[in-house]
């Protein structure tokens, strides 16, 4: 979806863009490309920056309630330095590289629950305005696709799905946000089990997947939280028997056991409650999660998810009243 929008601060007939992505999704870590299209308002004008802004819909609890915020993901300078004359038409190709831990957004078509945008920024005679917003389609790694792949087929449901404002503890998490997934055991787990939680992260060396169980008490204990941390080649996903490798996960997550033996390229790192898998930042609870995971669970399930996000503009609609708290 297109938004054009007259470029206000700028003055009545300023002028006006429209970007134009690539048809298809994008990849975490890959590349995007599309156009930037200008048209000259009434007078001439000098563009000095065009800037694209990687922009998210993020949860973010505060002291009382939980509200949405949009953050700037990343930026990239695409053009700028030239003369736009009056009523001219102006393109701008580019091509850039987005975050590895970029928010996967859809799964064999079907939209998984995270909002992104790509928001164009054109900075003339030192006044910058938002000129134009478009919906950003992120598809799963093949590592990330696996994983998602595997826990449909073990008989897990989705849940819910979103993103969320903060940093995980003990992990290489780049981005002020990440994906959590939540997803409840099959009929033989349920017991024990109230549901999992889990989180992508890649990184151009791999992929890590924290889990975390939220595990049900006995009639003399009270639940706890147990959370595990595994990394995954980006080259194993065409021979890894992914079914067996997250079962193997899970079993020692639910178990709470020391080490699962992986094969190789395959390592688990474990942690406890109150260890290094453990969230940080605004509105976090005991423990992280994973949203794209989760909601791809209900894809591979067969099932639908109960709510669908609205779309791009009406998602972003707030994205000006918020602007000044946060971009920095």
Not at 64 to 69: G, L, M, P
Request: charged share 20%; net charge negative; aromatic share 4%.
């Amino acid at each position: 979806m297109v938004f054009k929008k007259l470029l206000g601060a700028l003055g009545v007939g300023g002028p006006s863009v429209d970007t134009v992505l690539q048809p298809g999704p994008a990849l975490p870590g890959g590349t995007l490309s599309g156009e930037v299209r200008l048209r000259g308002g009434g007078t001439d004008a000098t563009v000095d920056r065009i800037t694209l802004l990687l922009v998210a819909r993020v949860e973010h609890e505060g002291q009382e309630e939980e509200h949405e915020a949009t953050v700037v993901l990343d930026r990239f300078t695409v053009g700028g330095g030239f003369r736009l004359a009056e009523e001219a038409e102006h393109t701008v190709p580019f091509t850039v590289t987005l975050p590895w831990e970029t928010p996967i957004t859809e799964l064999h078509g079907q939209h998984l629950g995270p909002v992104l945008g790509i928001r164009t920024e054109l900075e003339i005679a030192g006044a910058r305005d938002k000129g134009d917003l478009d919906a950003l389609a992120v598809g799963p790694l093949p590592a990330q696709e696996a994983v998602l792949e595997a826990f449909g087929q073990l008989g897990y449901a989705f849940k819910s799905a979103d993103l969320e404002l903060g940093h995980i503890r003990g992990t290489g998490q780049q981005l002020p946000c990440y994906q959590e997934i939540e997803i409840l055991p099959p009929a033989g787990h349920a017991g024990a089990v109230n549901e999992i939680e889990v989180t992508f992260l890649a990184a151009p060396g791999g992929l890590e997947v924290v889990i975390e169980a939220d595990q049900r008490g006995g009639l003399l204990s009270e639940g706890h939280d147990t959370v595990h941390r595994f990394t995954a080649s980006h080259h194993a996903a065409p021979q890894a028997d992914w079914n067996a490798l997250v079962d193997g996960w899970l079993k020692e997550v639910l178990a709470g056991r020391a080490a699962y033996a992986g094969p190789v390229p395959y390592e688990s790192h474990h942690g406890h409650h109150q260890g290094d898998g453990h969230r940080s930042g605004p509105g976090t609870g005991a423990v992280v999660a994973g949203v794209a995971a989760g909601v791809a669970v209900g894809v591979v399930g067969g099932m639908v998810a109960a709510e669908v996000v609205d779309e791009i503009g009406d998602a972003f609609e707030d994205e000006e009243e918020e602007d000044g708290g946060d971009e920095g």
